[in-house]
């Protein structure tokens, strides 16, 4: 299993490059970074100095949308922070919607599937065309790895389609995972793909401690996204929803009731912050659902269970952590390292 970490929410853009580094050095293969325009410092420069401070880590946008930014402007950056940092970005995109950015409305599927098309050929140097308007880069030449963030059905079989990798949508239990994975098999099976060659990220926080209750006020405000995003999807009468919700129920009964409270708090202002309003509505059973919280051989034992399955990486993030860079080491020397 390789790993992940996203990094970028409250940082300065002076700590960002050593914050990076920490992370390659603690064993992580991709850093992420953050796009929410009015909580946290520019995303390109942010993976800017990501670039120039690390030799080895994979860095990208964890997410940009073709909302917010044309998906030329995503396209060159990311391919000028791939020559910069020698070949080692990819493009992370989503829909968009409440994360930082409630200004707007989340793209439709079709201009997302639009965007990843467009990024895809034009950083491999091909002609391309946007809106009506033809786009050929003078200088771009390797076509960057896309990967999208999603956890509905529809976006899951998109991204089987025409993704590189998912970053999953926040939550670390296996049932979820697994309905999604099914779901992305189902996209890249209908378009002539091996699943297997869609990086699938599963999404949560790892937090190592002796004690769950340590970890509830830095680990709660990023819960907030996950139990957000489950009510809304429950609410969608679909199959693929209703069966999800079956699944749940019956691996964890009541958690998904759960999460009506915190989709009621949630305010967009407060977004991965340790004391969002919606937090206080996160319980321990929506945590353990979330995130990977507890001992070493606690959060070990759970990750071996998503390797087992399939699952090719772990995401976790440093959003809400206090300590950040001392986290990733834990990480990197407690949980990393027994999976080299």
């Known amino acids: 299993?390789?790993?992940?970490?996203?990094?970028?929410?409250?940082?300065?853009?002076?700590?960002?490059?050593?914050?990076?580094?920490?992370?390659?050095?603690?064993?992580?293969?991709?850093?992420?970074?953050?796009?929410?325009?009015f909580l946290g410092r520019e995303v390109d420069s942010m993976m800017t100095m990501a670039a120039l401070n690390t030799e080895k880590v994979l860095i990208g946008q964890g997410v940009t949308d073709p909302v917010t930014r044309h998906p030329l402007v995503s396209a060159n950056a990311s391919a000028t922070i791939d020559e910069l940092s020698g070949g080692r970005a990819f493009v992370g995109i989503g829909t968009g919607g409440p994360w930082g950015k409630p200004m707007t409305k989340p793209a439709k599927l079709a201009e997302l599937r639009e965007a990843v098309t467009f990024i895809k050929r034009y950083t491999g140097g091909e002609e391309v065309e946007w809106r009506g308007v033809k786009f050929q880069s003078e200088w771009c030449r390797r076509q960057l790895p896309v990967y999208i963030a999603c956890g509905g059905p529809k976006a899951c079989y998109l991204a089987g389609q025409v993704a590189d990798g998912v970053i999953a949508t926040s939550n670390a239990d296996l049932t979820t995972n697994q309905w999604r994975m099914e779901q992305i098999a189902r996209g890249a099976e209908s378009v002539g793909r091996d699943p297997a060659e869609v990086d699938y990220w599963v999404r949560g926080m790892i937090y190592l401690c002796d004690d769950k209750k340590e970890a509830t006020r830095e680990v709660a405000g990023y819960a907030v996204n996950g139990a957000y995003l489950l009510w809304i999807q429950m609410q969608q009468n679909t199959p693929e929803s209703e069966d999800l919700r079956k699944r749940l129920?019956?691996?964890?009964?009541?958690?998904?009731?759960?999460?009506?409270?915190?989709?009621?708090?949630?305010?967009?202002?407060?977004?991965?912050?340790p004391d969002a309003p919606a937090a206080k509505f996160i319980t321990q059973r929506i945590i353990d659902s979330q995130h990977l919280v507890g001992t070493p051989e606690q959060v070990c034992e759970q990750l071996q269970k998503l390797s087992d399955a399939g699952m090719k990486t772990f995401g976790t993030v440093t959003y809400t952590i206090d300590d950040k860079r001392d986290m990733m080491r834990e990480i990197g020397s407690q949980v990393i390292s027994r999976f080299k």
């Open 249 to 273: 129920e019956k691996a964890e009964p009541g958690m998904v009731e759960d999460c009506k409270k915190v989709c009621e708090a949630f305010d967009p202002a407060w977004v991965e912050h």
């Open 1 to 37: 299993m390789d790993f992940a970490v996203g990094i970028g929410r409250t940082e300065s853009i002076t700590e960002v490059g050593d914050h990076a580094r920490v992370a390659e050095q603690s064993g992580f293969k991709y850093v992420s970074v953050v796009d929410i325009p």
